[in-house]
């Protein structure tokens, strides 16, 4: 079954980059019927979609528009996972990180988010 | 951005009772092309992630109880508990997947056992 496997740290500093990989097991990240995505949670902003990364024959990213000159999501196929960096962080974004597996069927249409990993409490402050 | 609403923000259900949850959309999530509403609902309990209950507004995602079930189309939205049981105690929400990027979510409902 599909596993999701988040690591990172769960501190960094005001004005650093923020940076959490997810591990895929039972899954592959150029997978044609998912995609991979990022999503936080906090108290004050709820659950806030990030950004995906997906294959189609090539390469794909989206970034919600709040987040787009700081966010950076990759994936890395040699070792089957993807991973969240987020530049000149300040503590508003502080929050639980998820990582999850989007999926769709034979035809391409959306199935909902079925598969996320375990969450990362970040917090940034000096 | 899509915008979502739900009501109530909190519920107190008795075991065995009825819990129904609403969610509202500012626009159509209904994808005209294949008739689907690209809306799912998901339930979270304290220290978990969400976990995806219903996608295309109606459909269970597999190993989903039937005590769950979706409803609506457009832009205003049911879930229905039918009969809560003591692990249905947690916070829903629903999620629009029409217009991404981004996919938003509602601010959650939390639904307690009285």
């Known amino acids: 079954q599909v596993q999701l496997q988040q690591s990172g740290p769960g501190l960094v500093k005001p004005s650093q980059t923020l940076s959490l990989t997810c591990a895929i097991s039972g899954d592959s990240v150029s997978s044609k019927s998912a995609a991979w995505i990022w999503i936080r949670q906090s108290p004050s902003r709820g659950l806030e979609w990030l950004g995906r990364?997906?294959?189609?024959?090539?390469?794909?990213?989206d970034y919600a528009v709040s987040m787009k000159s700081r966010i950076t999501i990759n994936a890395d196929t040699s070792r089957n996972q993807f991973s969240l960096q987020l530049n000149s962080v300040t503590p508003e974004d502080t929050a639980v990180y998820y990582c999850?597996?989007?999926?769709?069927?034979?035809?391409?249409?959306?199935?909902?988010?079925?598969?996320w990993g375990q969450g990362t409490l970040v917090t940034v402050s000096s | 951005d899509i915008v979502l609403t739900q009501s109530p923000d909190s519920l107190a259900v008795s075991l065995g009772e009825r819990a129904t949850i609403n969610c509202r959309s500012s626009?159509?999530?209904?994808?005209?092309?294949?008739?689907?509403?690209?809306l799912a609902w998901y339930q979270q309990k304290p220290g978990q992630p969400p976990k995806l209950l219903i996608y295309?507004?109606?459909t269970r995602e597999t190993g989903v109880p039937d005590r769950f079930s979706g409803s609506g189309s457009g832009t205003d939205f049911t879930l229905t508990i039918s009969s809560l049981q003591a692990e249905d105690a947690a916070v829903y929400y629903c999620q629009q997947y029409y217009s991404t990027p981004p996919s938003t979510f509602g601010p959650g409902t939390k639904v307690d056992i009285k």
């Open positions: 990364t997906y294959y189609r024959s090539k390469w794909y990213n």
């Open positions: 626009q159509s999530v209904l994808y005209s092309s294949n008739n689907k509403n690209y």
């Open positions: 295309w507004a109606s």
């Open positions: 999850a597996r989007g999926h769709y069927d034979s035809s391409g249409s959306y199935l909902g988010d079925d598969h």
